[in-house]
């Protein structure tokens, strides 16, 4: 890889005035004297990153024989992701990911991530995700039947699971323009395998325990190999038939390098539509489950939306142009993914020597960021732990650092679907709560999970009944 230009991070004027504590800690916790930090990190990391975020912005830790940093301010974020973003490339924890999502978008890097980067991006322009709304809309209304027969019963039904079925299916509809049919069950229960698997293996500090054939490991390799069979048999009718739609599978395939006119491979199309299915319905899921108990803690900002739902869409499917007017429920979903970001840390790894406000970094050395801890940063944010959607006004957004909000990352690696998520969550919450209340019967409030995605610890199981009219 080619040498980085390094530039050093600095604070703004404004950026030092709203966060005076940003500083760089002389040393962060001792953890096991072998093993470091990595007890912690490994089990409980979003209790652990909060207490390493109380000593300062810039913190070392010690992660076997190596330093680490956990970078916590907007400055931080800039540097990294953007100002000095070639000098910082995926950890090997980013490797584990590619048994399940091969060399998509999401793992790759150098050469190969620009160039699919250019391929994929012009698939989710505005233009073209405008026109699948009509599709997510036909998803949600067919989903939303048996919620008629619950609200009826009163029986209670697992939300998380419900939800996580839902945007597969617009997943399913949107890329491929059909439905998962005869493969729904067997999709779902092998997507939670291959994700819990996953997200068990980031942490390991080999590979050698996923080699050994245990029953985990093969239930793994089995879940992995029917998801990508799903798709490269689709793929496959898809070139045989010589069917083409406005669906994502259809503009991926058509897409051509504008340097040598080439197509996909077969292989690379493969990842790039697993990468897009797994991490966009997971990620939309798991915020809009945490949204509808959010919104039932919070009963004015529940009404208040459901007033203008009822105004905007009278009665009416919401269409794409009706982004423009949801504004307080656009507004909901982006407090949602300021206090429960789907994608909740990320780790870099130093190319070259660099400097992050004052601070060295050396070649080979990772740093840390999280976005719920900058997302809830006492000196970046008033009350940081009160919902309140007025945040994102235009008037209260005036002046802060585009890098203190980046539930869906930020620079050049931003995600292409962020646009896309936006307008599934907002659909799929006016749609829900005009029709329905939900009552929370889980035993205890969800707590945080220790996943790569910001789930719930357990499952949310709910009640549904018909919304009553004030």
């Known amino acids: 890889m080619s040498e980085s230009k390094v530039t050093a991070g600095t604070f703004t004027a404004a950026e030092r005035e709203n966060a005076p504590r940003a500083k760089i800690a002389a040393e962060g916790p001792k953890g096991h004297p072998i093993m470091g930090v990595l007890p912690e990190l490994r089990t409980t990391p979003l209790k652990f990153l909060e207490k390493v975020a109380s000593y300062g912005d810039i913190v070392p830790m010690r992660i076997l024989m190596t330093t680490a940093y956990l970078l916590n301010h907007p400055a931080h974020v800039e540097h990294v992701l953007q100002k000095n973003y070639r000098n910082y490339r995926k950890t090997p924890m980013v490797g584990k990911l590619k048994p399940f999502m091969g060399e998509g978008l999401l793992v790759s890097e150098g050469e190969l991530w620009t160039r699919q980067r250019k391929l994929i991006q012009p698939s989710f322009l505005k233009e073209r995700v405008d026109a699948l709304a009509g599709r997510m809309t036909d998803v949600i209304q067919t989903h939303l039947k048996p919620w008629e027969t619950r609200a009826q019963t009163g029986e209670p039904f697992n939300l998380s699971w419900d939800i996580s079925a839902l945007t597969l299916e617009i997943a399913f509809q949107t890329m491929f323009d059909t439905g998962l049919g005869a493969d729904a069950q067997g999709f779902k229960e092998a997507m939670v395998i291959a994700h819990d698997v996953t997200a068990d293996r980031v942490w390991n500090l080999t590979t050698i325990t996923e080699k050994i054939p245990t029953k985990r490991n093969r239930q793994d390799n089995e879940a992995i190999a029917y998801l990508r069979g799903v798709c490269t048999r689709i793929i496959a009718e898809r070139r045989a038939s010589s069917r083409r ?17 080439e197509v996909m491979s077969e292989q ?29 803690q919070q009963p ?18 919401p269409e794409a142009g009706d982004m423009k007017t949801l ?8 407090e949602v993914a300021r206090l429960r970001p789907s994608i909740w840390w990320f780790a870099r790894v130093a190319i070259n020597d660099d400097n992050i406000a004052g601070q060295p970094i050396k070649a080979g050395t990772t740093v840390f960021i999280s976005q719920y801890l900058i997302h809830t940063h006492p000196h970046v944010w008033d009350d940081p732990e009160k919902f309140d959607p007025d945040r994102f006004l235009p008037e209260n957004t005036a002046g802060r650092s585009k890098f203190a909000y980046f539930p869906f990352g930020a620079g050049p690696r931003i995600c292409v679907g962020g646009g896309f998520a936006m307008m599934e969550m907002v659909f799929a919450l006016s749609m829900i709560l005009r029709r329905y209340d939900l009552e929370v019967t889980s035993d205890q409030e969800p707590a945080f999970g220790n996943l790569v995605t910001l789930r719930p610890h357990e499952d949310i199981w709910a009640r549904v009944k018909p919304r009553l009219r004030h």
Do not use: C, P
């Open 268 to 296: 690379q199309l493969r990842d790039e539509v697993m990468t897009l299915m797994i991490a966009g319905h997971d990620t939309t899921a798991t915020m809009v489950a945490w949204a509808l108990v959010m919104l039932k």
């Open 245 to 261: 739609s406005d669906d994502l599978l259809s503009i991926l395939m058509d897409a051509r390098d504008a340097d040598t006119n």
């Open 327 to 334: 504004d307080f429920t656009k507004r909901v979903v982006q």
């Open 300 to 317: 004015a900002f529940l009404e208040k939306l459901r007033d203008e739902v009822d105004e905007v869409l009278a009665g009416r499917i």
